[in-house]
């Protein structure tokens, strides 16, 4: 099952950058690009709602590379396809948008880019396993003193 | 303050920048076995390193937080400075909207409040409860032995059936009645810092970047004084959590809200000592919250204090340092004050010769010998 279209960057960008270019230029190769947001890399601003009050704030920047686009092939068939990406590097944004219209809108070649989103996803199911593996290791359990016998209920 | 343009050091100066780049390289000389720091190395090994970075600097870009480390030869205060002199360079492309950190996906969380929390404490990675004795055995750790102990970490490490984010420990309590109730969620966007100059008073949300931007040996100095005595916080970590959160922004083409990455970042929220409302109501507890990229605790502990520390300045009135928001939100930057720290080396020339030049005068005036 294809992961939903808010997931595809996550994934995705478990892979090589280059991976992702030569991919995205092999898709393209028939079709004209129209951009519709050039291809731009700079800064983002993270804001977010305080724990104590929930109210905003800004905690600070991040690298952001930004870009919009228009495929159309030669038999006149379009799809748009976007990309914000966390990343200084414009090129990689492009590239994303590329695979986000082919996707989207099905069109050739985006079987290729539903496996790498399916392996990408399986890459990062693997990092949030490690993570969670963290958690499970030095997971507390807590008892109060002269309730059990401490220590050796541990052992 | 006077000023005189000076010429002739152009010379000393480059030599200055060579000589420094000759102490980063000296390791090389006649060693053939030496080789330059990986990035990718000061990125994993000194990953605390980096973190401070990227929390002074502003900004999470841990690879070039790596390299500033790198060329400033491990000086946090230079790194920090040029990776800001990098963002100043970057244009501003977006924001997200406020998210909310209770979807962090964790490595760390405990509280220091309550022994059972929903979901659990878990204590990650944290040398809490380590021995600070020197681990000699690092002095000539073989690249094998580096490389098996993640390896064998991992084949050993349990099966985790355990969600990605955990309820706040905040949230439970606010549910009880215990906290001060939330304020009507505001339309106004929060202060930028990197955008406009700081004039008081300011609102919260300037004292929060501002706090999260700031140098840690600073904050953790002031907070400091407010734990000893110059103050009464008195504060209780509620919860304390590491993780990562992801970033979300508007798709370009469907507007829905997008992973674009994820960061690093500590939390901590305490609860501090209770307070009566003035209107009749029934007494609560006073809360603060700290918060910056990176895994750096002590920073997000000593903010969390001075928020709260703030918070009761700008209620009742300054009565210590740190609950006077001027003196905590102007000497906290690193970047700023290492600057003006810095300045002194600068000639002085004009100004100093004054100096001189009053001194002699006022010795002339009462009668000694200039």
Redesign the interface.
């Known amino acids: 099952m294809l992961l939903e ?6 994934a995705l ?1 478990a892979h090589p950058a280059p991976d992702l270019h030569a991919l995205a230029e092999r898709l393209a190769a028939g079709c004209e690009v129209r951009l519709t ?1 050039l291809p ?25 590379s ?3 686009l228009e495929l159309t092939l030669a038999d006149g068939r379009r799809a ?9 590097d414009a090129a990689l944004a492009r590239s994303l ?1 590329i695979l ?1 219209a082919v996707l ?1 809108a099905r069109l050739p070649g985006w079987e290729a880019v539903s496996a790498q989103v399916h392996s990408g996803a399986a890459r990062r199911d693997e990092e ?13 359990d ?1 008892a ?1 003193l002269g309730n059990v016998g401490e220590d050796e209920n541990e052992a | 303050m006077s000023y005189v343009a000076i010429k002739g050091g152009g010379r000393a100066i480059a030599g200055a920048a060579a000589v420094t780049e000759y102490l980063r390289t000296e390791q090389g000389l006649d060693n053939p076995a030496a080789e330059p720091l990986a990035i990718d190395a000061i990125l994993h090994q000194l990953r605390h390193l980096v973190d401070r970075v990227v929390s002074e600097g502003g900004v999470y870009h841990p690879q070039f937080a790596a390299l500033a480390v790198k060329q400033s030869l491990g000086d946090t205060l230079e790194a920090a400075f040029a990776l800001r002199a990098w963002r100043s360079t970057r244009p501003r492309l977006s924001a997200t909207p406020p998210l909310d950190t209770s979807r962090m996906r964790l490595i760390r969380r405990i509280s220091s409040a309550f022994k059972d929390i929903p979901g659990g404490q878990m204590l990650g990675p944290t040398p809490d409860y380590a021995l600070r004795l020197l681990r000699l055995e690092l002095m000539d750790e073989s690249p094998e032995a580096f490389r098996a102990v993640a390896r064998d970490w991992l084949e050993n490490c349990p099966e985790a059936d355990l969600p990605d984010s955990f309820p706040k420990v905040l949230d439970a309590l606010r549910a009880e009645g215990l906290l001060p109730p939330l304020g009507a969620v505001r339309d106004e966007a929060p202060f930028d810092i990197t955008r406009e100059p700081l004039v008081f008073p300011v609102p919260r949300s300037a004292a929060l970047s501002t706090l999260a931007r700031a140098e840690t040996g600073a904050l953790l100095a002031i907070a400091y004084s407010n734990m000893r005595g110059y103050g009464d916080v008195h504060p209780t970590v509620a919860e304390l959590r590491v993780g990562y959160l992801p970033v979300l922004l508007p798709h370009p083409v469907t507007g829905e809200l997008t992973e674009a990455g994820e960061v690093l970042m500590t939390e901590c929220e305490v609860v501090a000592m209770f307070e009566a409302d003035d209107a009749g109501g029934k007494p609560m507890f006073t809360v603060g919250y700290g918060a910056c990229f990176g895994h750096n605790e002590v920073k997000a502990i000593a903010m969390a204090i001075l928020d709260r520390a703030l918070q009761k300045g700008m209620q009742d009135g300054p009565e210590n340092p740190s609950e006077d928001p001027e003196f905590v939100l102007l000497h906290v930057d690193g970047v700023d004050s290492m600057g003006f720290a810095s300045h002194y080396k600068m000639p002085h020339y004009v100004t100093f010769q004054s100096d001189l030049d009053r001194l002699r005068t006022t010795r002339q005036k009462s009668g000694e010998p200039a």
Request: neutral net charge; aromatic residues 8%; glycine residues 10%.
């Open positions: 279209r808010t997931d595809w960057i996550r960008t947001r731009q890399a700079g800064l983002g601003l993270l804001q977010l709602a305080d724990g104590a009050f929930h109210e905003a704030y800004y905690l600070g920047e991040f690298p952001l930004i870009c919009s748009e396809g976007g990309a914000q990406v966390m990343a200084d948008a986000d989207a949030a396993c490690r993570r969670r593996a963290v958690l499970a290791a030095t997971r507390v807590v109060l």
